[in-house]
């Protein structure tokens, strides 16, 4: 599988500042930025600071990063208008689920009645 590094990373630089995304929250280790190409009218990307691949890479020391990145989303949910409606928070670990960013991030939905099932 091709992973990116730190350097070539989009989400590393992103979360670096380096490309002026503007973050609709942020938490000690992680912060959250709107999808480019959002499929749902609140879609909200929660991406750790750290890199790690994807959530398979997360080791035992570090599951304090995805606790914090799932916080931050349930903030972003709450800051965004969607806990009377409710959303969806999901993460693509690998290329049968999809992932096309090789920086672990997980996507907050809603704002919409979102498609039932989960693939
Ligand atoms: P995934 O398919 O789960 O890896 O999701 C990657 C997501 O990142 C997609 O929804 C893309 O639209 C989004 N994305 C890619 N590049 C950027 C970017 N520069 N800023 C915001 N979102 C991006």
Request: hydrophobic share 45%; aromatic share 8%.
């Amino acid at each position: 599988m091709a992973e990116a590094q730190p350097n070539d990373c989009i989400f590393c630089r992103i979360a670096r500042g380096k490309l002026g995304t503007e973050f609709v929250a942020e938490s000690e280790h992680s912060v959250a930025f709107r999808d480019l190409h959002p499929q749902a009218p609140v879609h909200v990307l929660v991406v750790p600071k750290r890199h790690f691949a994807g959530l398979r890479e997360v080791g035992d020391e570090d599951w304090h990063v995805t606790a914090d990145a799932l916080a931050l989303a349930a903030r972003v949910a709450a800051e965004q208008g969607l806990y009377d409606g409710g959303y969806r928070v999901i993460t693509n670990d690998g290329p049968d689920a999809g992932q096309t960013v090789w920086h672990l991030h997980f996507h907050v939905l809603g704002g919409a009645k979102l498609q039932a099932g989960l693939g």
